[in-house]
């Protein structure tokens, strides 16, 4: 007799982030099973007839609506996963918060600081859960290497460098999708894949107290499309072409509350990283370096001198970092995107269950959006700009 507790799950938005949710509550039972939850797909939320259409008959939802407000009105759900474009966050956010339902959002969880703020203090009124898609987070070597910082093993960290490049946009012919329009996007790079390193740079080090920063945009014009796809992918394009409104580089300097120094910089449109996503962390008595596109590895230094052979040692995933033993039988078996976004879910419904904010939070995912905030406002005005302090259940110094 199955024992588990059900949870009634409602996704709004089935795109690639919105199936990949689906995937990530259907993992629950298998990789968490000592938390007593089994997910039930009860409904999906999506405009296209088609989609809905494949929620129900493909991905598993008892039904599909075309009205998200539908799915949030639905007694049967019991907490939402909204994975709409970034223009819509904050409408869907809190109309789940006034419906009571707990929510996961990806992030960016608004187009500006404002947004942002409004959502998570919304959601700490009403006291929900809530969990935002910082999932690099949960990766087992970033959880190793936050143990590294946080232990002293590292010594006093002095500066760490953070690279989020990738070329999904490196193509003068990728559409112009909502992703460029500063109106349903914000700003364009800082948002989009800064928000991720700025999130993992705190999650490690603690809180960035100010920036100084340099956008540009390289790519001014991309052909309209006239098929839209999912995701990066899938969109027809025209010879009709309009501007793109937001920034696709960024370079930052950035101080932390702890004395701290660090550089980061991003881009959407280099040529050659597909993934290049690196955080490097040095302390007066070793250092340690990740990059995502080898996300089973870590190389640390945990000496000042280790004689002949000093230098970095590459160490694979294993059972004690993190929640890797959950989903690998055996060192050398890698773990995937995927796998951080289960262990995402996970915390989320545990977060729910337990009413202890264990996810990253709706705060901080406001304290990211300031960190963007600034960093558009000194690019924009040349000058050092404070990082301002946000409230609420911040996961990131925990």
Request: glycine share 10%; charged share 25%; proline share 5%.
């Amino acid at each position: 007799m199955n024992s588990k507790k059900q949870l009634g799950v409602g996704v709004i938005s089935l795109g690639w982030m919105g199936r990949l949710h689906t995937r990530s509550y259907k993992g629950i039972s298998e990789h968490f099973p000592e938390l007593g939850i089994e997910p039930r797909l009860v409904a999906a939320a999506d405009p296209v007839e088609e989609i809905r259409h494949t929620a129900v008959n493909d991905l598993g939802f008892d039904k599909a609506y075309a009205d998200y407000h539908d799915l949030l009105a639905d007694p049967d759900v019991d907490v939402v996963s909204i994975c709409s474009p970034n223009f819509l966050h904050k409408e869907i956010a809190l109309a789940a918060i006034e419906a009571g339902k707990p929510f996961w959002i990806e992030k960016p969880m608004g187009v500006n600081a404002e947004e942002s703020r409004e959502i998570a203090q919304a959601a700490d009124k009403a006291q929900l859960a809530t969990a935002v898609g910082f999932n690099y987070r949960h990766t087992p070597a970033i959880e190793y290497m936050r143990e590294l910082v946080r232990s002293g093993k590292l010594g006093r960290i002095t500066n760490v460098r953070v690279w989020f490049i990738a070329d999904y946009n490196s193509s003068p012919q990728g559409p112009l999708t909502w992703r460029a329009s500063r109106e349903k996007a914000g700003a364009g790079v800082v948002p989009d894949l800064m928000s991720h390193g700025a999130d993992l740079a705190q999650y490690i080090v603690g809180r960035i107290a100010s920036v100084s920063a340099i956008t540009d945009t390289f790519i001014n014009e991309r052909p309209i499309p006239t098929k839209m796809g999912i995701g990066h992918s899938g969109f027809e394009i025209g010879d009709e072409v309009g501007p793109v409104e937001n920034e696709d580089y960024v370079a930052m300097l950035v101080r932390f509350d702890n004395g701290v120094i660090g550089t980061m910089e991003s881009s959407r449109v280099s040529v050659g990283p597909r993934a290049e996503y690196i955080v490097e962390v040095y302390g007066t008595e070793g250092s340690a370096r990740w990059n995502f596109e080898r996300l089973n590895e870590l190389e640390v230094c945990e000496s000042i001198d280790g004689g002949p052979t000093h230098g970095y040692r590459r160490a694979m995933a294993n059972p004690a970092w993190g929640e890797w033993h959950r989903f690998q039988p055996a060192i050398g078996t890698s773990m995937g995107f995927d796998d951080m976004k289960c262990i995402e879910a996970a915390q989320f419904l545990q977060s729910v269950l337990t009413g202890e904010q264990i996810a990253p939070s709706a705060a901080d995912a406001w304290c990211a959006a300031e960190v963007d905030e600034a960093t558009v406002a000194s690019a924009k005005d040349g000058q050092w700009h404070d990082v301002p302090r946000v409230e609420g259940r911040l996961t990131f110094d925990k």
